[in-house]
């Protein structure tokens, strides 16, 4: 069992997951390891770890600087795969999830999917990496049993959906809003709606990211999925120099959604 | 054995790629935008009346066709082919770029959308947007750098004048891949009421098909002009590159014809060894960005990399898929020409044909008067004169140390 099926394995109708977002090396390299050590001691259930682009394309404006923040200090894609192996060293069971733009990945070749094995990363989620782009990276991800996480957003039909259902794993992440990370959340039914849609259609667990800034959205989001992404708002907190706060606020969303 | 004059040529193929590049790499939101032009697209391109309703506005609102005009004292001081200059420069805006939107308006009116977003390096596509949708009453928004915004200052007038909103970018380098990126942004925001005007031969497919195809009205052109006025097709045909959809628009119709050369010209900066320039295919690797797979410059951990030319227009990172692959299967030649050789053509088409040439085009120039010279007599070179270069004046009185 990988440890993505493990962790969704706990989840019941009171216990849903938490997972958290942000870009490695944002402010600094150190801290950046130091806030991931301090998401899951308060609570994270899978870290989603960004891997800082120039272009960020489907950023809102915070997780754009936090992407700036992290060039600035000339983070590889090494350093990237060593906070992965520190944080696997002292913890065997927190899953992590790489995300990022495509052409971050493809500077790997055909080394990626070993190296992200060794660092310990179970699965990979390519923000501008449709499902029909994807067979032959999915096919070397999975080799090492690395999941490619599929992003399904409310313009994905059901046509669509079945098609990217046949080739997924790990869990899916529906992207609540048309928009940008950050963006303000409105409608709650619609976003329900699609997922109930998308959970009649699949096993597979589903979390809802995008424009979850408080305990009370999480709340709402997590009462009809397996759970949520919380990632702006974190970042929030880096770029406001208040990384202190990261973990009673982790611990609030954690509580809220169980 | 006669040799073969014509090769096979279809692309994109049902996939959207042109060998290995091109390629729809965007968020999972924006596939239903771009398979629904996609759809609106491949009804519309054999459909008679819509092609009838482009042409249309091409002739009586942007003034095709455009002149195939002999530069006789340019040609005489270079001593060499004899050169022609395909005066896009001559459209309505000033520039080729008109002829794209003048037809993806329309796609837009087909789809029922009611804004159109567009971004802008040298402003020359940003005004050709917001022309069209000031004659077609769509709501306008242009996204252009806040370094471009600087340096064309003109142009942003005349979007604001036409009516479009112009959105600062101050992200990245502040330039027209940024802005492109803030395109997007909007795009995926707002994809269900928005049409998305890219302005060049880049982007996810179905868009650097539909922009080709658009602008392939100047090659076809040129076909009958050529076969009018010297009996035969150009010996060679030089386009400035950046994204490309000037270069694509000559050369496309020519493809097949291999008699012709073709080459493009890419924006060397300082010069290509320097490092600091704009030109993926003399020195860029295979990547993706801004939805498609293409040559771009690069660093090895795939961070894109600040870019450097004289002029805005071709200040780009990436470049059309389809000339990655014409690069790479050779039918294309691709050069470069720094800014200073750029600068110097310049002035010297001004001075010697009173036709002052947008910076862009200038450096398709500059690679012509170093070839020029080396060609003989019989030989004719067509130069596609992309666009006219009042937009620069700023810059060019900068370079000279003057001040306006």
Redesign the interface.
């Known amino acids: 069992m990988t440890r993505l099926e493990k962790i969704f394995k706990q989840t019941s109708a009171k216990k849903k997951i938490l997972v958290t977002y942000t870009v490695a090396g944002d402010p600094s390299l150190k801290t950046s390891k130091k806030i991931l050590d301090d998401l899951v001691s308060s609570g994270a259930d899978i870290l989603e770890i960004g891997v800082p682009?120039?272009?960020?394309?489907?950023?809102?404006p915070v997780i754009?600087k936090a992407h700036?923040r992290a060039?600035k200090k000339n983070i590889?894609?090494k350093d990237i795969l060593n906070i992965c192996k520190q944080i696997r060293k002292k913890n065997s069971s927190v899953p992590i999830v790489l995300m990022g733009?495509?052409?971050?990945?493809?500077?790997l070749k055909n080394k990626l999917a070993k190296e992200l094995f060794l660092a310990g990363v179970d699965g990979v989620i390519v923000?501008?990496?449709?499902?029909?782009?994807s067979k032959s990276f999915f096919e070397n991800l999975r080799q090492e049993d690395i999941d490619l996480i599929?992003?399904?957003?409310?313009?994905?039909?059901s046509k669509?959906l079945k098609q990217m259902l046949a080739s997924s794993s790990g869990y899916l992440y529906y992207?609540s809003l048309?928009?940008?990370t950050g963006?303000e959340l409105k409608n709650f039914d619609e976003v329900k709606k699609k997922v109930k849609k998308i959970k009649s259609l699949t096993h597979l667990p589903v979390v809802v990211g995008f424009g979850i800034k408080d305990t009370k959205t999480a709340k709402k989001m997590a009462s009809f999925s397996d759970g949520i992404v919380v990632g702006t708002k974190i970042i929030d907190f880096i770029e406001n120099k208040s990384s202190k706060r990261i973990s009673s606020f982790t611990k609030s969303l954690k509580k809220a959604i169980n | 054995m006669k040799s073969k004059s014509k090769i096979n040529y279809t692309f994109p193929d049902e996939n959207g790629r042109f060998g290995e590049f091109g390629g729809k790499y965007v968020s999972e939101t924006l596939i239903t935008a771009l398979e629904e032009l996609e759809k609106i697209y491949s009804k519309v391109k054999n459909d008679k009346s819509f092609q009838e309703e482009v042409i249309k506005d091409l002739n009586d609102f942007v003034g095709r066709p455009s002149p195939l005009y002999f530069a006789e004292r340019w040609t005489e001081k270079l001593g060499g082919a004899k050169i022609y200059l395909k005066r896009e420069d001559l459209n309505h805006t000033g520039a080729h770029k008109i002829n794209n939107t003048v037809g993806q308006v329309l796609l837009a009116k087909k789809m029922g959308k009611k804004r159109v977003i567009a971004e802008t390096g040298a402003g020359q596509h940003g005004v050709a947007t917001a022309t069209v949708a000031a004659r077609h009453g769509l709501e306008c928004i242009v996204f252009m750098g806040e370094e471009d915004i600087e340096r064309q200052s003109l142009n942003v007038y005349r979007m604001k004048l036409l009516g479009a909103k112009v959105c600062s970018v101050d992200s990245g380098t502040k330039t027209l891949k940024d802005a492109m990126n803030e395109a997007m942004r909007d795009w995926v925001t707002n994809v269900e009421d928005t049409h998305y005007i890219i302005g060049s031969v880049a982007g996810p497919h179905p868009y650097p098909e539909i922009v080709r195809d658009f602008n392939s009205i100047v090659g076809k052109e040129l076909k009958l002009q050529s076969k009018k006025e010297f009996g035969k097709y150009p010996d060679m045909i030089v386009a400035c590159v950046g994204g490309g959809s000037n270069a694509m628009g000559i050369f496309y119709p020519f493809i097949k014809d291999i008699k012709t050369k073709l080459v493009g010209v890419e924006a060397g900066g300082s010069g290509v060894k320097s490092g600091k320039h704009a030109a993926p295919l003399s020195d860029g690797k295979v990547g993706v960005l801004h939805g498609m797979k293409t040559y771009l410059m690069q660093d090895k951990n795939g961070q894109i990399l600040p870019t450097h030319s004289v002029s805005a227009g071709l200040d780009y990172p990436g470049v059309g898929p389809e000339h990655a692959y014409l690069r790479d299967i050779g039918r294309v030649e691709y050069q470069s020409a720094t800014d200073q050789q750029a600068l110097k053509s310049f002035h010297e088409l001004t001075r010697t044909e009173g036709i002052m040439p947008a910076l862009e085009t200038s450096h398709a120039l500059a690679y012509v008067n170093k070839i020029a010279p080396k060609l003989s007599k019989s030989k004719i070179i067509v130069i596609n004169l992309s666009g006219r270069g009042d937009k620069d004046m700023f810059t060019v009185a900068k370079e000279d140390g003057m001040t306006l």
């Open positions: 682009f120039s272009d960020p394309m489907s950023e809102g754009q700036e060039l590889e894609f733009y495509m052409n971050s990945f493809l500077s923000v501008d990496l449709p499902y029909d782009e599929r992003l399904i957003s409310p313009t994905t039909d669509r992207v048309k928009g940008i963006a």
